[in-house]
């Protein structure tokens, strides 16, 4: 099987999924679930904060390789 281009990562933190069909890894997932009590951050805090600290960065090379949208005219 070949290497794709998009990895398959969690939407909130970044980690690399190896479920294919997954959205979530499971640590995110159990936080979405999970009841919150009134003195902790709010869902939408803590989805915030873990979207700005991402777990991974992006690997220049990969998007190089791109065609632009001028290509195709």
Same mark, same amino acid.
Do not use: Q
């Given at each position: 099987? =070949?290497?794709? !281009? &998009? &990895?398959?990562?969690? $939407? $909130? @933190? =970044?980690? /690399?999924?190896? +479920?294919?069909?997954?959205?979530? @890894?499971?640590? @995110?997932?159990?936080?979405? /679930?999970?009841?919150?009590?009134? +003195?902790? &951050?709010?869902?939408?805090? #803590?989805? +915030?904060? !873990?979207?700005?600290?991402?777990?991974?960065?992006?690997?220049?090379?990969?998007?190089? /390789? $791109? /065609?632009?949208? +001028?290509? #195709?005219?």
């Amino acid at each position: 099987m =070949g290497h794709t !281009m &998009e &990895e398959n990562r969690c $939407i $909130i @933190c =970044g980690k /690399k999924l190896h +479920d294919p069909l997954a959205v979530y @890894c499971a640590e @995110c997932e159990y936080e979405l /679930k999970r009841v919150r009590l009134a +003195d902790e &951050e709010s869902l939408e805090e #803590w989805v +915030d904060r !873990m979207s700005e600290s991402r777990m991974y960065a992006h690997n220049d090379t990969e998007f190089e /390789k $791109i /065609k632009t949208l +001028d290509a #195709w005219f």
